[in-house]
């Protein structure tokens, strides 16, 4: 593999930006009054304006020969074909199974997994009528009135994002709660005002030995079983989420009770698969399944679309252009939806735990930048916050604004209070305000340079009609696909983690030493530490 940065279609970039850099987004839209539609794209109901990014349209050409130069045609192709393309973990990459249709087929050594995804999509609908309804019992005989996910990572972000996003569908006599952290008050806080005879635990963990998720099933295991009084009730109070069979039934759940995936099924990638119980049981069997519509008509644009007319391709192209040709470190999402709250906090794990590497395909060193800081709020929220240092800061911060034309809780004039301030806040980055404008403001001149707006802050706006299960689907999809296309150019292996690996063997190595009295052989820092810690626990 050439490196990136010797292909020719990147050395055009390079010389390209440096003709860009110098202009205006004003000087832009002023000299071209068809800007905005020749920089607009619909596709999926999904209407991506990316205008008022710092952009020719040499420059859209110049990426997509740099896509073709990467060969992610044939990138995509293995992916859906399933290929290993995960290589440190030799493992195909297949969530796009997840949601392929019924009778469609993708073969993995000789299997056709989407028959198997299909047999557990049944029986999760199965089991998550019967909890809605009722028909599910816990020990004593009561309904089960609360759902407790206990999970980390992709096995907590997917399944309490999607239900906050789709929680408008959800049935609201179900409260559903996220347990990840092991911090003990994490699960305090989730159980404090439950009855566990009318708690439903699902342990959602692809490889059921993740500390966190195993202390905190083991918890609520005790706090279950100290109320109920019986081991037998473990049945009727857990079930478990997993690849992993044989860790299910050592914890002592039923595998009767299990959900099963598959290790073709990445953790951050995995909130529609059986991850997605949660889900289910929250918005029911009809929204889940068209919330995997939504997935696959997006797989579908992703797969098909050229280039230049794909939403995932060129999302994820603008933002190469920033991170490797503007020294961009960060991108913010800003969703002006108040159900997409933690829809950021779920883009930072898919994002950069699949691109956040230095080491190549190869297993060189990446002479170029890899993943940027993604972070962001909800609007209005973010704009009494942070969006201060991405309108006047020394760091060129791009954004993804994504917004709906419909809100779910229309309320008076809120609704078109929340969309101007969305569409503002794209106009007031792109457009700035300039000295002359803030002098004829009659400003005292002392007051001018603080008071301008250098604009040319480069932003997409991503709108679609109302946020429906099918519409998550198709975002999370695009945000999925837009980050294999990154990982792609930037030819690292989006699909591993091993830079999570070095912590948690230490915290192994340093738990007993909190409380024992061994001789501490770490740095001068951390044996301090622990000192420190253990004389303050002894002392009281
Ligand atoms: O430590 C990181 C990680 O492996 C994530 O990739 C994963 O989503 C999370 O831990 C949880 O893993 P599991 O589902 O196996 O408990």
Known sequence: MDPL?????????????????????????????????????????????????????????????????????????????????????????????????????????GVNVVDGVHEVLDQMSAFANRVRSGEWRGFTGKRIRNVVNIGIGGSDLGPVMAYEALRHYSQRDLILRFVSNVDGTDFAEAIQDLNPEETLFI????????????????????????????????ASHFVAVSTHAGRVAEFGIDTANMFGFWDWVGGRYSMDSA??????????????????AGFHAMDEHFRTAPFHQNLPVLMA???????????????????????????????????????????????????????????????????HSFYQMIHQGTKLIPCDFIGFVNSLNPHG??????????????????????????RAEGNEEWLVPHRVFEGNRPSNML???????????????????????????????????WGVELGKVLAVRIQPELTGDSQLQHDSSTNALIERYRQARSAG
């Open 463 to 497: 709108l679609a009609d109302r946020l429906t299960p099918e519409m998550l689907g198709k975002l999370v999809a695009l945000y999925e696909h837009n980050v294999f296309v990154q990982g792609v150019i930037w030819q690292v292996d989006s699909f591993d983690q």
């Open 317 to 383: 192209l603008l933002t190469i252009w920033y991170n490797n040709f503007f020294e961009a470190q960060a991108l913010a999402v800003l969703p002006y939806d108040q159900y997409l709250k933690r829809f950021p906090a779920y883009l930072q794990q898919l994002t950069m735990e699949s691109n956040g590497k230095y080491v190549t395909l190869s297993g060189e060193r990446a002479n170029w930048e890899t993943s940027p800081v993604y972070w962001g709020e909800p609007g209005t929220n973010g704009q």
């Open 275 to 292: 991850i997605g119980l949660s889900t289910m049981i929250a918005v029911g069997p009809d929204n889940f399944r068209a919330m995997l």
């Open 203 to 234: 342990v959602a963990s692809k490889t059921f030995g993740t500390l966190e998720t195993m202390t905190n099933a083991r918890s609520a295991r005790a706090w279950a079983l100290a109320l109920l009084g019986d081991e037998k009730a473990v």
């Open 5 to 109: 940065t010797s292909l020719p279609a990147w050395q055009a970039l390079e010389r390209h930006s440096a003709q860009v850099k110098p202009l205006h987004l004003r000087d832009l839209f002023a000299t071209d009054p068809g800007r905005a539609q020749r920089f607009s794209l619909e596709a999926e109901g999904i209407l991506l304006d990316y205008s008022k990014n710092r952009i020719t349209s040499e420059t859209v050409g110049l990426l997509t020969e740099l896509a073709q130069a990467s060969n992610l045609p044939g990138a995509i192709e293995a992916m859906f074909r399933g290929d290993r393309i995960n290589i440190t973990e030799k493992r195909p990459v297949l969530h796009t199974a997840l949601r392929a249709p019924k009778g469609s087929s993708v073969m993995v050594d």
């Open 413 to 438: 004039p809120h609704h078109d209070i929340l969309i101007a301030n969305l569409f503002a806040q794209a106009e007031a980055l792109a457009f700035g305000k300039t000295a002359a404008e803030v």
